[in-house]
């Protein structure tokens, strides 16, 4: 009897120390997601006109999440500055994107949870040249984007270098945030190519994404946007893994799939269709973040 309490004694430490060196266990463990894209991820909604309630939400919670966006110093999550480009064609001085009511919704839901958020997204740029994992020059010169960054490399390059700062244990990503699409089917201006293999292009992009950063089967959520043969491959990318999941849009008025922008030429999301695209991600990452 006493060999038979000793061992079930001895079991229950061998489970408590692997529980406690596993980091999906611990609460210590920050979660990463990752946001990247081109202006509807860099954001134009206002940040102006939110509201005393918004902003006091994310102020409780602002500490908890280390935003990383565009090689800026890390800070708290926050409103962005508008650059003087925005702020002259928008009129407004502050800007958000998806991450900002992500990460309120994310950090009310886990109270205990800690997170890291790195960003990377430049306007007009395009999946088939910037953000390409297999670069050429050919494909840039085709978007006009020769003279940009290899977005992809230098996403993947900036994500390392901010993780290695933490020790292994203390981090584990969680997902990838995608909004772009808008340049590739732009087929009056860079041809139909860059439209009809954008599923390709996307397939290819989740698998780098993946295998770069050793997350095999990381969860990626994109939101719908472009048209045409670029919807074709989003929707059919999501249809074919697992771990993909699209946000749908309409155009529409009364659907509920209906995302308000602002008129042209402005064009780009409103401060509440953002508000949404936001809060639609956490729902995503809600159901399969615990």
């Not at 602002?62 to 110093?73: E, G, L, S």
């Not at 139909?192 to 989740?206: A, F, H, R, V």
């Not at 799939?257 to 995503?284: A, C, D, L, N, V």
Request: negative net charge; charged residues 25%.
């Amino acid at each position: 009897m006493k060999n038979f309490i000793l061992t079930v004694f001895l079991f229950s430490i061998m489970v408590a120390c692997s529980a406690a060196q596993n980091p999906e266990d611990s609460k210590h463990t920050k979660k990463v997601f990752l946001f990247a894209g081109q202006s509807n991820m860099d954001g134009r909604a206002s940040g102006d006109v939110l509201s005393e309630n918004d902003l006091a939400r994310l102020e409780k919670v602002a500490n908890r999440i280390d935003f990383y966006y565009n090689h800026k110093p890390v800070s708290p999550l926050q409103l962005s500055s508008a650059s003087k480009f925005i702020e002259n064609k928008f009129g407004f001085t502050q800007i958000f994107g998806p991450e900002l009511f992500f990460g309120i919704e994310m950090a009310e839901k886990y109270p205990d949870d800690e997170f890291i958020f790195i960003k990377r997204s430049i306007g007009g740029t395009s999946l088939y040249g910037c953000w390409n994992p297999d670069w050429t020059l050919g494909k840039a010169n085709q978007m006009d984007e020769a003279d940009k960054p290899k977005l992809y490399s230098g996403f993947i390059e900036y994500t390392q270098s901010i993780l290695n700062s933490f020790d292994e244990n203390d981090y584990e990503i969680k997902g990838m945030l995608w909004v772009q699409g808008e340049a590739d089917s732009n087929i009056n201006n860079y041809g139909e190519e860059p439209s009809i293999t954008y599923g390709q292009n996307l397939k290819n992009l989740i698998n780098s994404v993946r295998e770069d950063l050793e997350v095999p089967n990381m969860p990626f959520a994109l939101f719908q946007v472009g048209q045409g043969k670029v919807v074709e491959g989003m929707i059919d990318t999501a249809n074919n893994d697992d771990e993909v999941f699209l946000i749908p849009q309409s155009e529409d008025e009364n659907s509920e799939y209906y995302y308000e922008q602002y008129p042209p030429p402005k064009w780009h999301y409103t401060t509440e269709s953002m508000k949404r695209i936001g809060i639609e991600f956490f729902k995503i990452y809600d159901k399969i973040y615990k």
